[in-house]
């Protein structure tokens, strides 16, 4: 087993640097046909960084990137931290107004685009006025040079800017769904915090095959990326999700470790013939991001069995993973199978505590907000003071705005986003306790639980159902998933109402965009949930 981390790493650029140094031949990147060894990587970063520098960028700079998953987010990412400068990733998904906003809001004063967006830069380029050198992958473009004639004019000289602890290592933005993008600042600190998760609970080496599918614009993407790299692994790059060329390329590429968001495994578990393929690779699966119904926690267990299965709670503003759910609590058919709903405990250096109304910590199965102090926490918002100090106490406690409780050993149960509470005759539902329940029905493939306005309840909860194959989509499934949640849950806590979708909108971290599910029924009302 190769032990390749070394002391002289501290600080993202490091990693580059130390890895193109020790063990230049590795291969470090993967995508496609493509392939970087870690010394090709280090070359290819230094010279970004020399492109970066002469286009204007210093330390504290930010570097706007908009593409799919690619090498090329790498070199921009090394490169910019090799100047103490900070690579933004720009979701992929927003709109162009939404994109500009973000490339502003940086003060981003390059922006590198793949080729699939150059609608997008010709829409908002005129817009970004602070923008100075706009850079496209894979060809030229009217107010664009190529990426790689940018790159290639500049020799592979390492600037030798070193960043310090508390220097921003990662600027990833918030999705938006809640209001404007906030732009969360994560420093060197904060990421080597996380570091001895990687290594002694998800078992990340130099000798790893490591699969980056989540958007990199994601901390469960990059982030995660970024972690097995300190290791020296080789990292093997998704450019855009999709079940079936998953699975191949598990077999193909020998994947040892992943994370994934839940919907992926549930999609995944859906493809004909999963049950063929080699997983023999595999050892550890890290999935979080979004909630896992028991159901589909259970057969993937099975299916991917001897594989560790690993849950991670965090959120972008914890720099991921704070509280994880270990194999032992993965037994389907053990002891603890109860521990299956909740998602696990507190991980090294991390604090927790549940917050009632009044400010006030909370006893053992009380549901209230999960509160979070560890060295993981971020620095702040992004030129956002106010909602910095909304977010962080004095005493470094981050508010995660998720509902749930601690139960007596500690472990952690997610009930759901505080905004997303239903409150139905003055009693508190939480969608995610409805879902778990609706998703063991045979006619349900895939479920969201929504509010909706109710003139006796103020509101009740509504099941947008998925129909599963060989279903009815019909008042009489529908009849008979209400009388099942019935025999399961509080009559209070049941959906009065179905309603049938082909599919559930989701953001590229698998999270339900319930926002947009509520606001057909909330249209026009004074009271607005969410």
């Known amino acids: 087993m190769s032990t390749t981390s070394a002391p002289s790493i ?18 470090a990147l993967i995508e496609g046909d493509r392939q970087l060894s870690w010394s090709a990587l280090l070359e290819r970063s230094a010279q970004m960084a020399q492109a970066l520098a002469d286009a204007g960028v210093g330390a504290e700079d930010r570097v706007a990137f908009l593409d799919k998953n690619g090498i090329e987010h790498f070199e921009v990412f090394f490169g910019a931290a090799m100047l103490n400068a900070v690579c933004v990733d720009v979701n992929w998904r927003l709109a162009a107004p939404e994109v500009r906003f ?72 918030s999705s938006g769904t809640t209001g404007r993008p906030k732009g969360v600042m994560l420093s060197n600190h904060n990421f080597f915090s996380l570091l001895p998760m990687v290594k002694e609970i998800w078992e990340l080496d130099g000798d790893s095959i490591n699969l980056a599918a989540m958007p990199l614009f994601h901390i469960g993407g990059g982030g995660w990326a970024t972690a097995g790299m300190y290791q020296g692994c080789t990292t093997v790059i998704f450019r855009e999700l999709d079940p079936v060329a998953l699975i191949e390329m598990i077999e193909r590429h020998r994947i040892t470790h992943a994370f994934l968001v839940p919907a992926v495994l549930q999609f995944m578990l859906m493809v004909p013939g999963v049950e063929d393929a080699d997983y023999s690779s595999l050892q550890v699966f890290v999935y979080g991001a979004s909630p896992i119904s028991e159901d589909v926690l259970a057969k993937c267990v099975e299916m991917f069995k001897p594989c560790k299965f690993w849950q991670a709670y965090g959120l972008t503003e914890t720099t991921g993973a704070v509280v994880n759910l270990p194999p032992d609590d993965h037994d389907p058919s053990g002891p603890n199978r109860h521990r299956l709903r909740s998602c696990g405990v507190a991980g090294p250096g991390v604090e927790l505590r549940i917050v009632g109304d009044d400010g006030e910590a909370l006893a053992p199965n009380e549901v209230g907000e999960i509160w979070i102090r560890s060295q993981q926490n971020m620095v702040g918002y992004w030129r ?73 309840w103020g509101e009740t909860a509504k099941a947008m159902v998925v129909v599963a194959d060989g279903a009815s989509a019909d008042d009489e499934t529908a009849a008979d998933i209400i009388a099942f949640a019935k025999t399961q849950l509080a009559t209070f806590k049941c959906p009065t109402s179905v309603d049938w979708l082909d599919a559930l909108p989701r953001n590229p971290t698998g999270k339900i965009l319930k926002k947009d599910l509520r606001e057909p029924f909330w249209e026009g009302k004074s009271r607005r949930v969410g």
């Open 10 to 27: 501290t600080n993202v650029a490091g990693i580059v640097r130390v890895h193109g140094v020790e063990r230049p031949d590795h291969i």
């Open 102 to 173: 973000i490339v502003d809001d940086a003060d981003a004063k390059v922006l590198v685009v793949g080729p699939d967006f150059v609608p997008m830069l010709d829409e908002i380029a005129a817009e970004l006025p602070k923008v100075a050198k706009f850079v496209v992958i894979g060809g030229e473009h009217a107010v664009a040079e190529s990426y790689d004639a940018w790159v290639d004019r500049y020799p592979a000289d390492d600037p030798g800017v070193v960043a310090d602890d508390g220097d921003i290592a990662f600027q990833l933005y």
């Open 384 to 456: 956002m003071p106010d909602e910095t100090a909304k977010a962080l106490t004095d005493d470094g406690w981050f508010k995660s705005g998720d509902a749930g409780y601690l139960d007596a050993d500690g472990y952690l149960y997610i009930h759901d986003r505080v905004k997303d509470m239903i409150v139905s005759g003055g009693e508190n539902v939480y969608p995610a306790e409805v879902e778990n329940v609706l998703m063991k029905h045979d006619a349900v493939a895939d479920v969201a639980v929504i509010g909706v306005p109710h003139e006796k």
